[in-house]
């Protein structure tokens, strides 16, 4: 079977989903994660009137004939209040975030002035416009703030708040259903039987989708076999955006994911030329009372309302991490409304040698003391420590091998958890 490459992969999952219709309007406070649906645009300028960036003292630049000169202090201006018209031949003192008064054109800090009693001595010869910030120098109203598509984060909704935004339409919480397959599995807490292992792909992935702002339903483990694997994925269509499986999706007897999304709905990727994660399985699973849906490779997705989507993850830990940091986080934000999909890598100096692959490889790798990037001693995909010792992901094109020195491109995790 020919394999898809990364990217052609990538391009023809994003090309087959669409955001969710739905929206909500949040108080922002409780808005951190969620994604715009209207762009915000701010109904006031910001500062909303020009004001002192020092504690100091407001002054005409023209009284300040020579360093030296002794002003008279009349008034004062705290932050949250409002000075009056300022007197020819005085100064004002002023305070960080205060308006400042008409007639003032400079500000002066006070670590340049020597208060005398009632009076300032200003040491300094000012420039007209020193330390103000001019109403509207961050936003002009009517602006916009923030774009449709934006995923909020700590920057953008302190942003929206100094705008006065006090609640956000933002498109709804995006429903992923998750489950295991595979009689090896068992729960952390449960005894072990000979030939199992716990089913640390639940902990993982859970936490991964919760990470991206999901409504997770967790069905836990399915039995390996047909029967109750379309059952689930029936189970799992009804209420949810998305269906999410990690094992059975290879060519074993035993792996039953793959023919129950061809019998409940339709599989369209299968193979894909990554390491770790060949196996990865795409399609849509009908909902109950959809009616039939003809069981073939090519479909549109975004055609299917009545389907849940569905990506089926290899089982080995490391390869369902990586393919869902670097193939299902983007199907998440794209069925999210969020407008950037993609990571941001850096460019890095490799620390290691390397031999390459004739697929494209996701090594897992860390920021050494010196700013290059060093491996994690195994790349097996079943070695699950090599995610936790890591901080980001090398993306190595296919064939390339890596000398020490050479330049990589690393993806840090901040980038993609």
């Known amino acids: 079977m020919n394999m898809l490459s990364f990217d052609e992969a990538l391009q023809r999952l994003l090309a087959n989903v669409a955001a969710v219709a739905e929206t909500d309007c949040v108080p922002a406070v409780m808005a951190r994660g969620r994604v715009l649906a209207e762009s915000l645009r701010s109904i006031i300028d910001v500062p909303p009137l020009d004001n002192s960036s020092m504690d100091g003292y407001a002054l005409r630049v023209a009284d300040v004939p020579a360093v030296g000169t002794r002003l008279n202090i009349a008034q004062r201006i705290p932050a949250g209040s409002v000075g009056h018209t300022l007197t020819p031949g005085t100064a004002a003192r002023i305070f960080t975030g205060a308006p400042v008064p008409p007639g003032a054109d400079a500000i002066v800090m006070q670590e340049l002035c020597l208060r005398e009693d009632d009076a300032v001595i200003i040491n300094h010869l000012p420039r007209p416009g020193e330390w103000l910030r001019r109403r509207g120098e961050d936003i002009t109203a009517g602006s916009e703030v923030l774009a449709a598509g934006t995923r909020l984060g700590p920057a953008q909704l302190g942003l929206a708040a100094s705008v006065g935004a006090a609640e956000l339409t933002v498109f709804r919480r995006l429903r992923v259903a998750l489950f295991s397959t595979g009689d090896e599995l068992a729960m952390p807490g449960e005894a072990l039987k000979p030939g199992g292992i716990y089913n640390s792909n639940r902990f993982t992935l859970r936490a991964l989708l919760e990470n991206l702002g999901c409504d997770v339903a967790d069905l836990g483990i ?129 620390n290691f040698d390397w031999r390459g692959d004739p697929r494209r490889e996701f090594l897992r790798a860390r920021i050494d003391a010196d700013g290059g990037a060093s491996l994690f001693a195994s790349q097996s995909s079943a070695v699950l420590t090599s995610c936790a010792w890591a901080d980001g992901l090398v993306d190595n094109p296919p064939q390339q091998a890596i000398r020490r020195g050479d330049t990589v491109c690393f993806i840090p995790f901040s980038e993609l958890l």
């Open 222 to 350: 399915v039995p390996d076999n047909l029967a109750a694997t379309r059952a689930a994925l029936r189970e799992a269509a009804q209420e949810n955006d998305l269906i999410l499986t990690s094992g059975g999706v290879s060519v074993g007897e035993e792996d039953h994911v793959k023919p129950a999304v061809e019998a409940e709905g339709a599989l369209d990727l299968w193979q894909i030329a990554i390491k770790p994660g060949k196996p990865l399985a795409f399609g849509h699973v009908r909902k109950v009372g959809a009616g039939t849906t003809a069981n073939t490779a090519e479909y549109d997705m975004a055609a299917e309302n009545n389907a849940a989507v569905f990506i089926g993850l290899p089982g080995n830990p490391v390869s369902s991490f990586v393919t869902f940091v670097m193939l299902v986080r983007p199907v998440i934000l794209r069925m999210q409304g969020a407008g950037v999909t993609a990571p941001r890598g850096i460019s890095l100096r490799a």
